[in-house]
């Protein structure tokens, strides 16, 4: 059974800092993973898809890379800023049965 | 504006009183799915379904009950709500599961006395 895992599940870091946020899942049998955004009380945003024949997405200050065969994936920040405290979550859309496991979220705090 | 919308946005019912949230898509998407959020547990996906009158199982879909009798809607069905079904509820919707973004309603923060 796929299981996504986010470690830390939550993370302090000064403002200006780049960083690095963490996603590995189980079963490399994936048709795409997602990186995905949420402030307290609010719904979910999408940041980037990544299909599970690429290797990198980037948009603006966000980049994310994917290694299908070790299960991994990491969302880089370049130059945080206080704005960009909220919780990031993971999500793999998984092969053959188009179900979609997300895991339990990095908790961000940029420090002004 | 594109767009997945839900309604009610907040809801407070009790035991055994069937209830039914609504979740509508604006972008034409063949893919729909609702999830529960919970603290601790993340979120889960409840039912989806791959296009009208298609749907499927998550991984918690016990006690609820889905229809996608349109394209643009996808209802989720509480017919015996209990308290443990106490969550906040996320429609979100996409092309297709397999290679497009997901889009996520505000959601339903559901409380069950």
């Known amino acids: 059974k796929q299981e996504v895992t986010q470690i830390p599940a939550a993370l302090s870091v000064p403002e200006g800092e780049n960083l690095v946020l963490n996603c590995s899942f189980t079963?490399?049998?994936?048709?795409?993973l997602q990186w995905f955004r949420q402030d307290p009380g609010k719904g979910l945003t999408s940041l980037l898809l990544i299909q599970s024949s690429q290797r990198e997405q980037t948009s603006g200050r966000l980049n994310a890379s994917l290694d299908k065969s070790s299960g991994r994936s990491t969302l880089y920040i370049a130059a945080s800023q206080p704005g960009d405290s909220a919780t990031y979550l993971c999500?793999?859309?998984?092969?053959?049965?188009?179900?979609?496991?997300f895991g339990k979220g990095t908790r961000l705090h940029i420090l002004p | 504006e594109a767009q997945v919308t839900q309604n009610p946005r907040y809801l407070i019912t009790v035991t055994g009183k069937k209830l039914t949230v609504t979740c509508s898509q604006n972008m034409n998407h063949e893919y729909m799915s609702w999830y529960r959020q919970d603290p601790g547990l993340g979120l889960r996906q409840i039912y989806y379904?791959?296009?009208?009158?298609?749907?499927d199982k998550g991984d918690v879909p016990e006690g609820y009950k889905v229809s996608r009798k349109e394209k643009r809607n996808f209802p989720l069905i509480l017919e015996s709500p209990s308290p443990n079904q106490t969550s906040l509820y996320f429609c979100a919707s996409s092309f297709f599961s397999d290679s497009y973004e997901q889009y996520f309603g505000p959601g339903t923060r559901l409380t069950v006395t």
């Open positions: 379904s791959m296009n009208v009158e298609v749907t």
């Open positions: 079963d490399s049998a994936i048709y795409n």
């Open positions: 999500a793999v859309s998984i092969f053959p049965d188009d179900k979609i496991i």
